[in-house]
């Protein structure tokens, strides 16, 4: 008899030990459920905020590119120009995706396109202060506030940055 007493005390902590374990899993469920704690929404906000600022800097590498080719007698006019053409064409949803680079260029014109002398070449500077681009997925939110500061020679040819560290600390401050 002092056996089936024994038993059923086991047969208590077993039960205890069976529903602990199904809240656990049941917790597990809720947490990676949730769009604010998955963290493939993390992932692809920052791939997301990433493709942005890559969307902004192909944007003015084509309208600087396209303002020297030109031959334009005011590059800044021009740029200006090729920006509002592109800003019309496009839809609110594609505009959020460019952050404050269209409302700098064609609303503010805030920035500068300019010729600027360096050792034995023609170069040109593109200057826009004070750009963001936002990305968001679910819950998680992304913001990158950033300094645009490109530098190109006289055939619109986009100096990078990491060849040319010499000539950026100059003209841009890096």
Known sequence: MSYLGNRRGQAAILMIFVVSVVLVIATLMVF????????????DTITFGYDNL??????????????????????KQKFFELAQIRDSALNQNQLTSYGNFFAKVVREKNFTFENVSAENSILYKLSIKQLFIQASSGNSEEIRNFDLCMLFDKDGNYLKELANKELYSVHCGK
Request: no cysteine; glycine share 2%; hydrophobic share 30%.
């Open 54 to 75: 890559n969307s902004v800097t192909t944007l003015a590498k084509e309208f600087s590119n396209e303002s020297i080719i030109s031959k334009a007698p005011d590059l």
């Open 32 to 43: 990676y459920n949730s769009s604010s704690a998955s963290p493939q929404g993390f992932t």
